[in-house]
């Protein structure tokens, strides 16, 4: 009884290493290509980054949008435009 019980937790173990180890290999095929040309054709402006330097500048226009965003949304608020939620 107890081997039986071991058996079908093995073959439990089996199965969703294989489906686990499918799903990982599908994700690594897709590669970052893929998220980049669903964006471009979503017609969403995708900045190209080169290295360090362009890294962090698209790091501190992110930052700058967030920072607007909050800004307009907070004089929204207090001029009665927007209900707070």
Do not use: C, N, Y
């Amino acid at each position: 009884m107890k081997a039986l019980g071991l058996l079908s937790l093995l073959l439990a173990l089996l199965i969703v290493a294989v489906l686990a180890r499918k799903q990982l290999s599908a994700m690594h095929t897709q590669g970052p290509g893929s998220a980049l040309s669903a964006a471009s054709a979503a017609g969403l402006d995708v900045p190209m980054v080169d290295g360090p330097e362009g890294a962090r500048r698209v790091q501190q226009r992110v930052q700058d949008d967030v920072s607007r965003m909050m800004q307009d949304r907070a004089s929204q608020v207090e001029q009665g435009a927007v209900e707070r939620p």
